[in-house]
């Protein structure tokens, strides 16, 4: 692990849940197009439109699901302060969840989740990757980082299980968030 973490920018965390030899996308039917076999969608704690639709799907059907962004493009890694301002090309500028009244109510959403997160023995990121591996149609979570300090702790996400008690305490401090796009193709939402 030591030596893919000097040299990663990027991390997948996973679970497996697919069952051995089973095969993805195809629900246990015979099909003449190919199979579905796995998608990449933006999913994070702040961003979850997806759970209407396609993760029950995903589920149904056996596709896999390698979801990115679960630390809300920066928002989740426990280093954004009113302060922090982005460059005029990043989307981030723009973004009315990033900026503003906006990111006022956002950090102290993300305050409220660090807490959470240091009553467990673990870090907002921590929480926010194990929260996307909760899901059951969700496999993969996939991180980026710029240094192999932040990788690591991703990891120990790996350590983290979230109970129903947990993730609906999530989903109450969540209720007070400004929702989170990303940038093109998904948009700004």
């Known amino acids: 692990m030591q030596t893919v973490?000097?040299?990663?920018?990027?991390l997948k965390v996973t679970r497996s849940r697919m069952a051995p030899g089973s095969s993805a996308g195809t629900g246990g039917r015979r099909t003449s197009r190919l199979p579905v076999e796995a998608v990449q969608p933006p999913y994070h704690l702040f961003r979850r439109d997806i759970e209407a639709g396609l993760l029950p799907y995903a589920a149904a059907y056996h596709i896999g699901v390698l979801a990115y962004g679960p630390l809300a493009h920066g928002l989740l890694g426990g280093t954004l302060t009113e302060a922090t301002t982005f460059g005029a090309d990043d989307w981030r500028s723009h973004s009315p969840a990033l900026t503003g009244p906006g990111i006022r109510r956002n950090l102290d959403?993300?305050?409220?989740?660090?807490?959470s997160a240091a009553g467990r023995g673990a870090t907002i990121a921590q929480?926010?990757?194990a929260w996307v591996l909760a899901h059951p149609a969700v496999q993969v979570a996939i991180v980026?980082?710029?240094?192999?300090a932040h990788l690591q702790e991703s990891v120990?996400?790996?350590d983290l299980?979230?109970?129903?008690g947990d993730l609906a305490e999530i989903d109450t401090i969540m209720a007070a968030a400004v929702p989170l796009g990303g940038p093109s193709p998904?948009?700004?939402?």
């Not at 959403?109 to 807490?115: D, Y």
């Not at 299980?161 to 129903?164: A, E, P």
């Not at 998904?186 to 939402?189: A, I, K, V």
Request: aromatic residues 0%; positive net charge.
């Open 127 to 129: 929480l926010a990757v």
């Open 5 to 10: 973490i000097r040299g990663a920018s990027q």
């Open 161 to 164: 299980t979230l109970s129903r």
């Open 144 to 148: 980026g980082s710029h240094t192999p």
């Open 109 to 115: 959403v993300v305050a409220a989740l660090s807490r």
């Open 186 to 189: 998904e948009g700004m939402t």
């Open 156 to 158: 120990g996400a790996l």
